[in-house]
């Protein structure tokens, strides 16, 4: 079982509220090679604005890591905010008050796709992601601390209240810190980090 607690021109914005055509499970299968493995259950908990599946131009950050036009993007706020390379101190999402990550009473608006999936010609599946936060970086080292997690299982059922028995295998190169504001950040892990506040010198 997995959970994944995973522009300039012209992106486009799909989130799974009813009426964008878009399933938890069409988003899911979407970044799955059939050949590889198969999409037995998905699920999503979270706010249905906050996350989706977004339409890179070739100028996207996220498409120039991911070497894709499209990418899977789960958000605390709005899926909107993720059609702009630049991060603006007056932009904001909405908060939706969702819960957090089950067992952590610190952790709010959580965005999460559950899903499971069995393989059909290999044992071993990786994921590629890029995680960003509107917190950078003027709380990075403070107490509002956005984190992603990518938690992997075996064998089990989708719970929507507990991650019990799953590894977060999304840690910072080298260490067991989770990825998040407080571990990479300009100040912090910088190798692993891109400064696109405007703000700064170096944008």
Known sequence: MLVLIVAAAAAQTFDLCAGSGLTVEDLVFEFFDPSVATLIEAEYFGDCSASGKV??????????????????????????????????????????????????????????????????????????YVFGSEEYNEFAGGSFNDAFQLLIGVGGALDPASVAGLTNVALVPGTTQEVSINTVNRNVNSQFYRDNDPSDNNF
């Open 55 to 128: 339409v890179l131009p070739a100028s996207h950050v996220i498409a120039s890591d991911f070497g894709e036009d499209e990418a899977l993007v789960l958000t605390s706020g709005s899926l909107l905010l993720a059609e702009t390379t630049v991060n603006s101190a007056d932009s904001s999402g909405t908060g939706h008050d969702e819960p957090g990550i089950p067992g952590d009473p610190t952790t709010f608006d959580a965005a999460r796709v559950d899903f499971i999936i069995e393989a059909t010609r290999s044992t071993v599946v990786s994921f590629t």
